[in-house]
C-alpha cells in the first residue's frame, strides 16, 4: 500500500481517537436514505447542540476503538454509519432521538457513553434525560427548599403575633 494512502488513514484514525477522547458521548447512526437537505438539517441542528455528525469507513473507526480499548464498540459498526460526537453526555442522542422520529430513514444503533457502550434503547433513555443545566437547577432548588420553609415559618409566626 502506497505510503501516503497509509499516512492519511493513520491521520484520520488520530482524528478519531481525539475526538472521542474529547467526548462526553458518541452515538452511531445509520443515514441512509436521509436526502441532503435532511441530512443539513441534522447537521444544524446537531452544530447547536455542540455536536458534529462525521462519515468514516467502518475500518478506521474500528482501529480507533482498538486504540482507545473499546471492543464491544466495534459491533455497532456493520453498515453505512454516521458518528455523532458530543462535547456533553446527553445533546447528541436528544437531537438524533428528536430527527429519527421526524426521518424515517434515520436510525440509531447504539452509542458510547462514559467508556461503556449501549444499544438503541439506552441511546434513546440517555436522550430523555435532561441537560446538565436542568439537573443543576433541580439540585439547585432541592437545596434552595429547606431555607425557603424554614424563612416562611418564620414569617408566618411573625405575622401571628
Excluded: H
Aim: aromatic content about 6%.
Amino acid at each position: 500500500m502506497n505510503k501516503d494512502v497509509l499516512l492519511a488513514k493513520q491521520e484520520v484514525v488520530k482524528e478519531i481517537v481525539d475526538k472521542a477522547k474529547t467526548s462526553g458521548g458518541i452515538v452511531v447512526c445509520e443515514y441512509r436514505g436521509l436526502t441532503v437537505d435532511e441530512i443539513q438539517q441534522l447537521r444544524r441542528a446537531l452544530r447547536a447542540e455542540k455536536a458534529s455528525l462525521n462519515v468514516y469507513k467502518n475500518s478506521l473507526v474500528e482501529r480507533a476503538a482498538d486504540e482507545l480499548g473499546y471492543a464491544d464498540f466495534k459491533s455497532l459498526l456493520t453498515g453505512p454509519n454516521a458518528i455523532v460526537f458530543s462535547e456533553e453526555v446527553g445533546s447528541g442522542a436528544k437531537v438524533l432521538a428528536k430527527y429519527a422520529k421526524r426521518f424515517e430513514a434515520l436510525s440509531i444503533k447504539g452509542g458510547l457513553f462514559e467508556g461503556k457502550t449501549v444499544d438503541k434503547a439506552g441511546v434513546l433513555e440517555i436522550s430523555k434525560l435532561p441537560s446538565r443545566e436542568g439537573l443543576i437547577s433541580m439540585l439547585l432548588s432541592c437545596l434552595q427548599a429547606p431555607v425557603r420553609q424554614f424563612a416562611c415559618t418564620v414569617k408566618a409566626v411573625a405575622d401571628a403575633k
